[in-house]
């Protein structure tokens, strides 16, 4: 699977659909954002979570979903299903990343 880019309609279209997602929340001038992308790249390629839809924001022009996740601070993190959000969290840290991971395909 890859990686998709999405604006607040669209995020909102994903969340709806009810299925596990996580998503990353970014802005271009964040240096830890651009350094966890190939990461975040190679984990959506990763068979363990190839049930799980991995989306993209750009925190600085998509308000609607940074608030819907609660962002504060970048790169944040988070994972719904089910409509829900269940957990969001600023790290910068993969292995905090496949918790969640863990726990939205569960």
């Excluded at 802005?27 to 190939?38: M, T, Y």
Aim: proline share 3%; with cysteine; hydrophobic share 45%.
């Amino acid at each position: 699977m890859s990686v998709t880019a999405v604006n607040d309609e669209q995020f909102a279209q994903y969340v709806a659909t009810g299925n596990a997602i996580i998503v990353k929340y970014f802005a271009d001038w964040c240096g830890s954002c651009k350094l966890f992308a190939p990461k975040y790249t190679r984990l959506s390629n990763d068979e363990r979570f190839s049930d799980v839809q991995f989306l993209e924001v750009n925190a600085e022009i998509c308000p609607d979903a940074r608030q819907r996740a609660a962002v504060d601070n970048l790169p944040f993190f988070a994972v719904f299903k089910g409509g829900l959000l269940l957990e969001g969290t600023a790290t910068a840290k993969e292995e905090t990343v496949v918790a969640m991971l863990e726990k939205v395909k569960a």
